[in-house]
C-alpha cells in the first residue's frame, strides 16, 4: 500500500512510519519541522528514517494549498494517515492562530486531497480532549462532546466534523482516534514525562499541577502505533439503520468511525512520578502547583469500540513504558 503520513517527524508520526515501513509498505512523509519544540529532536527522527526501504520524507505545510494539492495528485495516495497538527493544551491559550492554520486549515486540505484522488481511508489524529467538561467515565466514544475547554480540543472536535462532512458528501471513508496522553521514547519535550525527566536527572524541582490531583490514560506509543495499523486495515463502512436519533456517535450513514484509543485504566499523576523515580533511581523534588486553564481534571478512555473493531489490547504497563522513556531519554541525551 502508499501512504502519506503527516507529521512524519512528530513523535507519534515517527514511530508509525518505522512500523509502516518494516510492514512493507511505500510511505512518504510530510512534516514542516516548525519550532514549536527543538528541531533537532524532528531532525533526529527524520535521519533515523531516512535509510529505512519504501520511505521518503518531504517538507511541506498542511497550510500550503497548491503543494498539498501537487502531494496528492502527483503522489497516489491509497491511504492517510494525518498526524500532522499543532498540539498542546497550554500553547493554545498564547498562540490561537496556529491551531487554525494547522488544524483547521491543515485537515481541510488533506481531507480535499483524499476528495480528489480516490483515497481509499483516511485515518486521522483527534484527541482525548474532546472530552472537555465530561465527567462521566471512562470517557467513551458514544458520549457527545459539546464542551470543550481549550481552542486545541475545538479544533479537535471540529476535525472530526469535517471529517463527518467529506464522509457523507463524497464517500470518503475516514475513522478518527482519539489518542489518550501518549509517552515512550522519542517523546516530546513539552509533555510532563519529558520536563520531569530532565528536571530529576538535573536535581531540579518539578512543577506538579493542581497539587498532583490529576489522572491519566497513559498509553505507551508502542500500543498507539499497533491501535493505528490495525485501524488502518479497516475501512469503515456505512452503518445500515444508522439516524441520528438513534444511532451512536461514533458512526453514522456515512463510511465514518471514530474510537477511543487509551490504555483504558488512569493512573495518579503522583503514581506515574513515583514510577519515573524508580526508573531514573533518584527523587523528585515536586513543586506544587494550582491547576492549569484548559487542563481537565482526569482522561479514562473506554475503548471498548476498538477492542470489538480490531481487537485491540494494550500490553505496556506504566512501569515498563515509562523505563523505555527513561533509557532512551540518557542514551539520546549522552550523544547529542
Ligand atoms: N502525544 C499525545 O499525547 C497526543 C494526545 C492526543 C492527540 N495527539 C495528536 O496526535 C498527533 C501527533 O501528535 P504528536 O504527539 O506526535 O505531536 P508532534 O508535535 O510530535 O508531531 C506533530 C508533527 O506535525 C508537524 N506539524 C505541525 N503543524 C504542521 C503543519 N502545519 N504542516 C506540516 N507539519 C506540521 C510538527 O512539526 C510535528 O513534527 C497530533 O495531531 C496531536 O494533536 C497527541
Redesign the pocket.
Known sequence: MKYLV?????????HLVQRLCADGHEVVG?????D??EVSL?EARLARLAPLAGFRFIR????DRPGMARLFAEQGFERVV???????VRYSLDNPFAYA???LV?QLTVLEGCRHHGVGHLV??????VYGLNDKMPFAATDTVDHPISL?AAT?KANELMAHSYAHLYGIPTTGL??????GPW??PD?ALFKFTRAILAGEPIDVYNQGQLSRDF?HVDDIVEGIVRVADKVPQVSPGWTPSQGRTDMSSAPYRLFNIGNGSPVRLLDFIEALEQAIGQPAIKHMMPMQPGDVHATWADTQGLFEAVGYQPQMTVAAGVKTFVDWYRDYYRQA
Open positions: 503527516t507529521g512524519a517527524a512528530g513523535f507519534i508520526g515517527f510530510i512534516d514542516n519541522l516548525n514549536y519544540y524532528k511541506l505545510d498542511l497550510a494525518h498526524l500532522a497538527a499543532q498540539a498542546g492554520d494547522s488544524n491543515g486521522y489524529a483527534s484527541s482525548s480532549s486545541y479537535k482519539r489518542f489518550f496522553t501518549v509517552y517523546g516530546r509533555m498509553t
